[in-house]
């Protein structure tokens, strides 16, 4: 095997694939976003979300603490920007912003010792990543601008949707889906 196959090898086990929840925000997105729309696919992963509001007729950015996601999101022709949620942008920027959250509860004591235990775990509320994404996200949306968040059934949704509502957002569910274990919807946060 050459280093060059064993590094990509090593790249899909290190970032969190498209799976039902990447498809049901990338559906939403793709549906919401306007073409020439400066858009932000925060936590990009596998840039699933991302391509398809490329596809839309967006300019997608595409960030990621995972180094090995930007990677991927860079290999996938998106522009790709390394780093903590939203610290790396400027105020209001962005026409609307996407976000899949690592959102699986997790006991405390349970180590993030890799980057796919990062990708999906929320901490012991599975609120820990989307509580700091709510605050911030304001921020880097422009005055009219639109935040699309994955919530699970398994966070809490309506102490996320208290949450988002006592930062200023109105909110509405754009996309659901029900499964034996969880119901994941999509939630429109605007101004």
Same mark, same amino acid.
């Given at each position: 095997?050459? &280093?060059? +196959?064993a @590094? &990509?090898?090593?790249?899909?086990?290190?970032?969190?694939?498209?799976?039902?929840d990447?498809e049901?925000?990338?559906?939403a997105a793709?549906? +919401?976003v306007?073409?020439?729309?400066?858009?932000l696919?925060?936590?990009?992963?596998?840039g699933?979300?991302?391509?398809r509001?490329?596809?839309?007729?967006?300019?997608? /950015?595409?960030?990621?603490?995972?180094?090995?996601?930007?990677?991927?999101? &860079?290999?996938?022709?998106?522009?790709?920007?390394?780093? @903590?949620?939203?610290?790396? !942008?400027?105020?209001?920027?962005f026409?609307?912003?996407?976000f899949?959250p690592?959102?699986?509860?997790?006991?405390?004591?349970?180590?993030w010792?890799?980057?796919?235990?990062?990708a999906?775990?929320?901490?012991?509320?599975?609120r820990?990543?989307i509580?700091p !994404?709510?605050d911030?996200?304001?921020?880097?949306?422009a005055?009219?601008? /639109?935040?699309l968040?994955l919530v699970?059934? +398994?966070?809490g949704?309506?102490?996320v949707?208290?949450?988002?509502?006592?930062?200023? !957002?109105?909110t509405?569910v754009?996309?659901e889906?029900? !499964?034996?274990f969880?119901?994941?919807?999509?939630?429109a946060l605007? &101004?």
């Amino acid at each position: 095997m050459t &280093r060059d +196959l064993a @590094d &990509r090898r090593g790249v899909e086990t290190e970032v969190y694939g498209a799976a039902e929840d990447s498809e049901l925000l990338a559906g939403a997105a793709a549906d +919401l976003v306007g073409s020439g729309w400066t858009v932000l696919d925060c936590g990009t992963g596998s840039g699933h979300v991302g391509v398809r509001m490329r596809k839309a007729g967006a300019r997608v /950015i595409a960030s990621d603490l995972n180094p090995h996601a930007c990677e991927r999101a &860079r290999e996938a022709g998106l522009e790709a920007v390394r780093g @903590d949620l939203l610290d790396p !942008f400027r105020s209001g920027v962005f026409d609307a912003v996407a976000f899949n959250p690592p959102y699986l509860p997790t006991e405390p004591e349970t180590e993030w010792d890799d980057w796919m235990e990062v990708a999906l775990s929320g901490g012991q509320s599975g609120r820990a990543v989307i509580e700091p !994404f709510l605050d911030g996200v304001g921020r880097v949306l422009a005055p009219d601008g /639109i935040a699309l968040l994955l919530v699970s059934s +398994l966070t809490g949704y309506e102490s996320v949707l208290g949450y988002a509502g006592d930062r200023g !957002f109105e909110t509405s569910v754009v996309a659901e889906e029900s !499964f034996p274990f969880e119901t994941l919807s999509v939630v429109a946060l605007t &101004r």
